[in-house]
Each structure stands twice: as C-alpha cells, then as structure tokens.
C-alpha cells in the first residue's frame, strides 16, 4: 500500500501482521507514529517493535480469503489513510494421484500402482518394443511371406517406441532443478531486469530514495589533479657535494616524524680523491711552516721591545699575522674533517625518505622530504581554456570531498597543457602528497537538468550510467541516464528520468549488485 505520505508493506505469520511504515518522499522509516488497522470491522491498533516494525494481532488475519485492510497512519508527517487487500490461501491437502512425483513414500500401494501404470516409463517401453519386435521376427520366420512385413513393422514399432521413451524425458521427477520462486522473500532480480527488495532487507541496506525535481544548475568541467604540497610549508634536503651519509646523534629520522625547521636530519662525509687529499696536506704543511716562522719573529720582536730595541707594533703586526695564518690552517683542515650537515627547511613531517646510514648519495639526489599536512595544494591540468574563480571542488579516488581555493594559472604550457593550482582548505588527515584526484571547476554557465548525489549513479553491465527508479514499495528499476558533473558531490541528469519519479540516492549500489 502507497499513498502521497507512507509506504505500508504486511507481513502474515499465523494470525500475527507485521508492518513496515516508511516515508513515500525518502523510504526512511516512520517511528513513533499511531498505526491501526480495521479488518473485519474491527479496529486493532498495532503496537510498535523494537526494530522500528509496527505489529498486529487478530484472529481474522488468519482467515483464508481476501480481506480488505484500512491502515491508519498518524505520524510526524501528517496524518493519512491506506487501503489494501489481504489474501490469505486455503490450506493445502494432499491430493492421491495428482501431482504424486513427491509423495511416493506416504501412498497407499494401489493408489501407486495405478499412477506407474497410468505414466509411461522409459524402461518398460524399451521392454515391450524389444518383445513386440521379438514376437514379430518369430512369426515371420516361421512364413516366408510374412518376413518382409514383420521387419517392417517391427523397425516401425521401434521408432514409436523410441519416440515415446524420449518425449517422456521432460517429465521425470528431477529434485535437483532449481527454480526461481518469485514469492521468495529474499532479493533477487526479476526477469524484466527489475529488482525485488523486500522491505526487511530495505532496512538493512539502508536504501534511501528521493522525488527528483528540475533546478538550475552551473556547469562545471572535469579536470585530472594530484596532491602537491605547500610550497611555503615544506621543501626538500639534497646535499650539495654529495658523499657517505652519517647518522646524527638522534638516529635517521623516520617517516611520518615531526621535525622543526633547522633540526639536523644526517650529515654527510664529502669525498676527497687521494691526489686532492695530497694537495691539501702540502697546503696544510706549508701553512705550518709559515705559522713557525710567524712565531720565532714574534718571539724575536717581543724580546726587542723588553730591550728598548723595537716598537709594540712591530709586535702587534706579528701577532694579527700570526692569528691568519692559524685560521688558514683550520679552514684547510675541516675540508677533509668535517661534514656536510642536513637540517630541516621547514616545520613539517617527514614525508619521504630515500637515504639510510653509509649511503653514498650524489648532489642531484632527494634524501628528505618535508610537508606540512595542514597546508597541501591540489595541482591540475587543464587542455582547455579553464577559469580558477570560486566553486572549485576535488573528489579524491575513496569518495572524499576537498574544497579548493585557486592560488595561480600558469602562463606557460605544460605537456600543451595549462596548469592551475589550488590550495586545499581544511585538508584531511589521511591525504598524501602525490594522491590523484578529480578537480571540477565551474563554466561560468548554468542549464536546467535533475541534480542527484553522485553516489546515485551506477554502472551497467555494458558500463552505462544509471539509476534505479522506485517504482513499488518493493521493487525497483534501473534507467539508463545521461549525466554530467556538477561539483565533486553532485551530478546534473540529462536525459533518463521524469520529474516526479522516485529515485535511490543512497544504497544505489548495493541494489545494483543483487542478481
């Protein structure tokens, strides 16, 4: 039963009905509604279950025939009145020698007989062909004219026979057949493609319709991005001369790990070729030599000074050369001594990482990653000419929806392709640089069209776009549909469905897999 506000479906256990009152506008179930039901002249009000079913009880439900039901729904939505029919079928007797292929056990002997004399049999028409044919053949044997007509025959009784005993096929008893029961109350799908979901199962999955309406709509285009991250947030850790990577003090940071901006991630041990090596101890020596004969003058010049002999100049002069030339020294020295140290170029986490302990890295080479996961942009291609102003959205591969606020397009070609970015507003936790997604961004135009959730299209078979339609209580249609994209959460219908037609917007997809 169905009416403007409710959907009512029944089911008859004995003398006990229970119904499932749902909403006609969405399918959702109807809790804590008045429900009573007139059968007989009598008003019985049904008393509501703890599954959100409403329950009836009378002894003329279980009355054979077809009864007439009034069903009074009083419920947030109003309050409204159904009426059906109950039919409730006469008991089953079992009839002796009519349909017996599955009572053979419980037949009285004669009732038995008379049904496998009154069936043909293959085996017992093979038998009497073979003794017709045998009769025959003896009796002509025994006059020479009649041979002639007694093969005939018999090859004629054969065939019938033959006939007979294969025509016979279709009618032995086969248990093991299986059929479609169209009573059944499990889903399946009808032969006209349809699908029967009873109202249990319904609830179970959860399957919610709409009244689909015409409203304007903006156009929208259908670009390929991925997941980049902010560049003012983040940054890569190269080494600039390369070399053997040691391992700091704290160990090699590890993926995922927070670090602060100038946090020493590893150090590197630049390499020095043995004839550099050997340049840089000459240079190390002559410096030496140098700062020892700096110093004997020093020594020398300061001893003048005590003596009246020399000038505090001289002295200081000595000692500011003296200091160069130690420095000099030390510079020479931490060439082959000291390593490269890689620190973090932004607050972030570890995003990747290619490099372990004695690794032996080149200058061109990315070891550490750095991104900061509140701060991620979304960078797409666009081989058409494509607008950044507002209304652009994302749809990552699992369903999730990003906003997007436009941060640039580039004036240069990229694969003959423009390249727009955005800056994700409000990332989620678990989206990763890298991760594809489906950018949509509006025209600038509008058209009228039936706007559904996208989760409301299905694939086909044959890999088409379509719906499922609500067409009874507890069947529905699938119609095949022309869509195009509105955002990342909704799509336009162009072709496929009517105004006013009910149709899934949520469990769409789990109807689509009953067979």
């Given at each position: ?23 006609a506008?969405?399918?959702?179930p ?32 279980a ?10 729904v ?28 599955h009572?053979h ?5 004669l ?44 090859a ?9 005993a ?14 479609v ?9 009808l ?6 979901v ?5 609830r ?14 903006a ?6 991005g991925?997941?980049i ?17 040691i ?23 630049r ?7 050997a340049i ?69 986490v570890?995003?990747s ?20 996961p ?31 606020e ?11 392709a423009?390249v727009l ?20 961004t ?31 209580p ?23 469905v ?18």
């Amino acid at each position: 039963m169905q009416s403007d506000l409710y959907q009512v479906v029944g089911t008859l256990k004995g003398d006990r009905l229970t119904l499932y009152v749902d909403r006609a506008e969405d399918n959702e179930p109807v809790a804590g509604a008045t429900v009573s039901v007139t059968v007989e002249g009598e008003v019985v009000p049904a008393a509501p279950n703890a599954d959100g079913t409403y329950a009836v009880a009378s002894p003329h439900l279980a009355e054979p025939g077809s009864n007439e039901l009034v069903v009074v729904v009083a419920g947030p939505d109003g309050e409204d009145l159904l009426i059906g029919t109950l039919v409730v079928a006469e008991p089953t007797r079992p009839a002796i020698g009519a349909g017996a292929g599955h009572a053979h056990a419980g037949m009285p002997l004669l009732a038995h007989l008379k049904e496998r004399l009154g069936q043909p049999e293959p085996g017992r028409a093979w038998a009497l062909g073979v003794f017709a044919v045998g009769l025959a053949v003896g009796l002509a044997l025994r006059s020479r004219r009649m041979r002639p007509a007694a093969f005939v025959a018999g090859a004629v009784l054969v065939v019938a026979l033959t006939g007979t005993a294969f025509a016979h096929g279709g009618e032995d008893h086969d248990h093991d057949t299986p059929t479609v029961t169209l009573g059944s109350n499990n889903p399946q799908r009808l032969p006209d493609g349809s699908v029967f979901v009873p109202k249990p199962s319904q609830r179970i999955l959860e399957v919610r319709t709409t009244t689909v309406r015409p409203s304007e709509v903006a156009g929208a285009t259908r670009l390929i991005g991925k997941v980049i991250p902010d560049p003012n947030r983040g940054g890569l850790v190269q080494s600039i001369g390369g070399g053997r990577v040691i391992a700091p003090e704290a160990g090699m940071p590890r993926l995922g790990q927070a670090v602060r901006k100038g946090e020493v991630l590893a150090r590197v041990e630049r390499p020095i070729i043995q004839a550099d090596q050997a340049i840089v101890v000459e240079k190390i020596g002559e410096i030496e030599q140098q700062i020892g004969l700096a110093e004997a003058k020093l020594a020398r010049a300061r001893k003048l000074v005590v003596s009246g002999a020399g000038t505090a100049i001289s002295v200081s002069d000595l000692e500011i050369e003296l200091e160069g030339m130690r420095r000099r020294r030390a510079a020479v020295s931490d060439i082959r001594t000291t390593p490269e140290t890689l620190t973090a170029p932004a607050d972030g986490v570890i995003a990747s990482t290619r490099v372990v302990a004695g690794q032996v890295v080149q200058p061109q080479d990315v070891l550490f990653q750095v991104v900061h996961p509140g701060s991620l942009w979304v960078e797409a291609l666009s081989f058409e000419d494509a607008s950044t102003g507002t209304g652009a959205t994302a749809l990552t591969v699992d369903g999730a929806t990003l906003r997007l606020e436009p941060k640039g397009v580039s004036r240069a070609l990229q694969q003959q392709a423009t390249v727009l970015q955005f800056a994700v507003v409000d990332p989620p936790g678990n989206l990763r640089v890298g991760q594809p997604v489906t950018v949509l961004t509006a025209t600038g135009t509008s058209a009228a069209g039936i706007v559904l959730p996208r989760n409301a299209i299905v694939r086909g078979t044959g890999g088409e776009a379509m719906v499922w339609r609500h067409a009874a209580p507890e069947r529905f249609e699938p119609r095949q549909v022309r869509v195009e994209p509105v955002d990342a959460t909704r799509v336009v219908v162009r072709a496929g469905v009517k105004e006013g037609e009910r149709v899934v917007v949520r469990g769409a997809d789990l109807i689509n897999q009953i067979r």
